[in-house]
Each structure stands twice: as structure tokens, then as C-alpha cells.
């Protein structure tokens, strides 16, 4: 079963990634850039990851994965999932949702910024 730590682990290689606190100290925040992607939180008393998304993406993984993967909490519902780390969601599909929204949030960055990061 993938942990916070797992994915801070995974994306630590990624080009532009940084971890920062800008809403409570013991709330990681995954960023590419200036944007963040990832938010490394607790739901229900279990880790979860909150992850940027494709809006019709989002919808499915909410159909497929009911309970386990939500709306994101206190974010965008349309685009943003949050993901309870149960294991119900396989690692591989968990790790392509990380990806995507890494890669989502790095495509709309600024092209200087972008530029700057590769």
C-alpha cells in the first residue's frame, strides 16, 4: 500500500519539484514550479492525496472508486480528487493519477517557467 512518504519518495526525481507548508506545518504540499500538484493529507483519520485532474477524469475515478477516491477536500471539486490511501486503488493507478497530475499542472505553467524547470 502506497504512503505519503512512498509518493514524496516517487516524485522527488521529477524536474521542479519542491515540498512546502503554506497552510499548516504538518500538511505537505507537493509543487512543480510555483504550482502545486499533490497535497499530502489525512481523511477520516486515514493519509490520503489530494491530486489535480482532468474534470472528466475526476468524474470516472469517482465512479470507479466510490468512497476511496473523493471530490477534492477544500479544493476545486471539478478538478481536484482526493485519494484515501486504503489500497483499494492499485499502485499502478495510483502512481499514473500522481504522474498526471504533475504533468497537468507543469503544462500550465508559465513557458518561461517551464523553460526554466527542463
Not at 475526476?58 to 471530490?71: I, T, W
Not at 493507478?93 to 507543469?106: A, I, P, T
Request: charged share 25%.
Amino acid at each position: 500500500m502506497i504512503r505519503h512518504e512512498d509518493i514524496q519518495q516517487y516524485v522527488s526525481t521529477k524536474p521542479g519539484f519542491e515540498v512546502k507548508t503554506p497552510f499548516d506545518p504538518d500538511l505537505p504540499v507537493l509543487y512543480v514550479g510555483s504550482k502545486m500538484f499533490a497535497i499530502l493529507g489525512m481523511t477520516e483519520g486515514e493519509e490520503s492525496v489530494s491530486l489535480k485532474c482532468d474534470p472528466e477524469e475526476a468524474f470516472m475515478l469517482r465512479q470507479q472508486y466510490p468512497g476511496v477516491v473523493l471530490p477534492g477536500y477544500h479544493l476545486n471539486k471539478r478538478h481536484w480528487n482526493t485519494v484515501r490511501l486504503t489500497g483499494v486503488v492499485p499502485d499502478e493507478e495510483l502512481w499514473k493519477m500522481v504522474d498526471d497530475s504533475y504533468m497537468l499542472v507543469y503544462s500550465k505553467l508559465p513557458k518561461k517557467e517551464r523553460d526554466a524547470i527542463t
